[in-house]
Nanobody, 122 residues
């Protein structure tokens, strides 16, 4: 099993930045893929981005391309989500997830963190 813990959420103004962290522990696997999802009030959970740790390949949703960046820790099973030029529409609970396939589908991720709230004020 894999345990995931997110941190770094908070309240920022429009145009500001936040950096989310996700640390993985437990019985991880070598080909692990880690991703970020978000869920706003009244909406379904949506894909944000994902990274494959083996080759640092990344994939982003169109809504965050150019503003959000996913990176990994070179020594630990951890990923980060750097969010720049934040908009009110980015307000959501952000979840870290882990799985075996690099995909935007949340159904393909087996492990999830508890989520961290990101609020962008106008």
């Amino acid at each position: 099993q894999v345990q995931l813990v997110e941190s770094g959420g908070g309240l920022v103004q429009t145009g500001g930045s936040l950096r989310l962290s996700c640390a993985a522990s437990g019985r991880t696997f070598s080909n692990i893929v880690m991703g970020w999802f978000r869920q706003a009030p009244g909406k379904e959970r949506e894909f944000v981005g994902t990274i494959r740790r083996s080759d640092v390949s990344t994939y982003y949703a169109d809504s965050v391309k150019g503003r959000f960046t996913i990176s990994r820790d070179n020594a630990k099973i951890a990923v980060y989500l750097q969010m720049n030029r934040l908009k009110p529409e980015d307000t959501a609970v952000y979840y870290c997830a882990a799985g075996r396939r690099m995909t935007p589908s949340d159904r393909e991720y087996d492990y999830w963190g508890q989520g961290t709230q990101v609020t962008v004020s106008s």
